[in-house]
Every structure is written in structure tokens, then in C-alpha cells.
């Protein structure tokens, strides 16, 4: 039977998904999290999340997600500690969009000891720099469910309206061209010396993230199996 219709399949670990903004980081980290019935923690979400509400954090926040920079750590950090406190984090999660930077690693890295989790399986999409642009600029989301589209490789049945529950589709306000740009050199820049810390540890999966959509996803499942996370 195909892994993901094991009903059994279950993680005690935590995941997480690095790789350039538009590598396909948030589609799979929320199959994956649902096939395995654990958390998927999107701290752009969250952030996003804040932004709308008007919270502090999100006023703090919205100035520099706009500009495509990132958010400093302190903040992210609170922010991540409280969420896996709650019971859902019990039996692992899955991270996307965190950590981002070295400083943000190290204390995931406390974080994890102190709740008594292994230290984390970081799943690392490779990709090229020319298909990212177009994935991101096709990019659209439900308004209410939050499912990710791409008007040219994963478009819904209907323009503008999610499959699933017919929801609104909308294109996030960083999707601009020019912020997008900001947003990948912020990868390079912060973001990316995270594969060489991850890989030195010995955490790192390698996955060919320029695949169809399906079989990114198989590999993803293979490497978590293959690494004894399922029990
Ligand atoms: P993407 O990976 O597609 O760029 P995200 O939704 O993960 O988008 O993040 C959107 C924005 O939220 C980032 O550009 C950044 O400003 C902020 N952000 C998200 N996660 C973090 C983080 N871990 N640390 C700092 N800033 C973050």
C-alpha cells in the first residue's frame, strides 16, 4: 500500500521544508502534514495572520514583509515557542518558512530538546533560480482555505475560485515582481547558509524540487520513510 494511505503512518519528529521562496515549500508541507495528521506551521502564515488581525506583532511585521525582508528573530521566535506549545505539537509538525536563519536553527534546535523531540529531518528543495519567478508570480491562494494554486502549473477548474471549498482566489502582495527579487536575496543571503548547517549535522534530504508537483511529493515521502520517522 502507497505510503500515504497507511493509516498508521505517524511522525514523532519535527519537519522542515527549506528552500527558496516558490520552490513549492507550503503546497507540500501542507499534503504532507495532513497524510501524516500533524501541524503544519506556516510562520508566514502566521505572520500573515497577525498582519490582519492589526495585532503589535503584526503592525511591527507588515512594514518589512511588504519591503520582502525578513522579520527579526526575536520576534519570529516568541511567536514559534508559543505555537508548539499547544497539544496539537504533541506528535511533531511540520515547519514552513522556519528557521530562516542560523540564529533561528540553533534555538529550534533547544526548543526541540526541551520538549523531548529528536532533532529535526530538514527536507531542502533544490531548485533553479529561473523557474521561481514564474512559480511565484502565478501563485494564488483561497481566501478561505488557504489552498495554494498556480495559474500555470497547478491551476484550479475554475479561474479565480478554489477547488475545494470556492473560495476567493488571491495573489499575496509580495508576489510583485520587485519584492520577489528582495525575497530571494534575502534566501541567498540569510537563508541559504541554513543548507550547509543542516547538511553538516547530517539532517538534510536533498529533494529535485523542478518535478511535477506528484512527484516531489513521493520523493518527500520516501525520504521520510526511508529515515525511520514512520513508525
Ligand atoms: P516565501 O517563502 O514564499 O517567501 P512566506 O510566506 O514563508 O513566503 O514568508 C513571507 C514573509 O514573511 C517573508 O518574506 C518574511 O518577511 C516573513 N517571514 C516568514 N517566516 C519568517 C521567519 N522565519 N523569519 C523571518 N521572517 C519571516
Redesign the pocket.
Known amino acids: 500500500m502507497a505510503l500515504e494511505e497507511r493509516p498508521d503512518a505517524k511522525l514523532d519528529r519535527a519537519v522542515i521544508f527549506l528552500?527558496?521562496?516558490?520552490?513549492g515549500?507550503?503546497t507540500q508541507a501542507k499534503e504532507l502534514a495532513k497524510a501524516y495528521g500533524i501541524p503544519h506551521l506556516?510562520?508566514?502564515?502566521?505572520?500573515?495572520e497577525h498582519v490582519s488581525k492589526g495585532t503589535t506583532l503584526g503592525l511591527q511585521?507588515k512594514p518589512?514583509?511588504e519591503?520582502?525582508?525578513?522579520?527579526?528573530?526575536s520576534?519570529?521566535l516568541k511567536m514559534?515557542a508559543e505555537r508548539i506549545e499547544r497539544p496539537d505539537c504533541s506528535h511533531g509538525f511540520m515547519f514552513?518558512?522556519?528557521?530562516?536563519?542560523v540564529t533561528?536553527a540553533k534555538y529550534l534546535g533547544e526548543l526541540l530538546k526541551q520538549h523531548g523531540f529528536h532533532q529535526p529531518l530538514v527536507l531542502h528543495l533544490v531548485i533553479g533560480s529561473s523557474v521561481l519567478m514564474r512559480r511565484?508570480t502565478g501563485?494564488r491562494t483561497c481566501k478561505v482555505g488557504g489552498e495554494i494554486y498556480n495559474i500555470y502549473e497547478r491551476p484550479p477548474k475554475v479561474e479565480g475560485i478554489c477547488d475545494n471549498d470556492g473560495g476567493e482566489l488571491f495573489q499575496?502582495p509580495?508576489?510583485r515582481e520587485d519584492?520577489?527579487r528582495?525575497?530571494l536575496h534575502?534566501?541567498e543571503k540569510?537563508t541559504s547558509p541554513l543548507v550547509q548547517y543542516y547538511r553538516r549535522l547530517g539532517f538534510l534530504h536533498d529533494i529535485d524540487a523542478d518535478k511535477s508537483f506528484e512527484e516531489v511529493k513521493q520523493r518527500m515521502f520516501e525520504s521520510l520513510a526511508g529515515i525511520g520517522g514512520v513508525r
Open positions: 528552500g527558496p521562496p516558490g520552490s515549500k507550503g506556516s510562520t508566514g502564515d502566521m505572520l500573515r511585521a518589512i514583509m519591503r520582502g525582508e525578513l522579520v527579526p528573530d520576534l519570529v514559534v514552513d518558512g522556519f528557521p530562516r536563519t533561528q511565484l501563485r499575496r509580495d508576489d519584492v520577489i528582495e525575497r534575502a534566501y540569510q
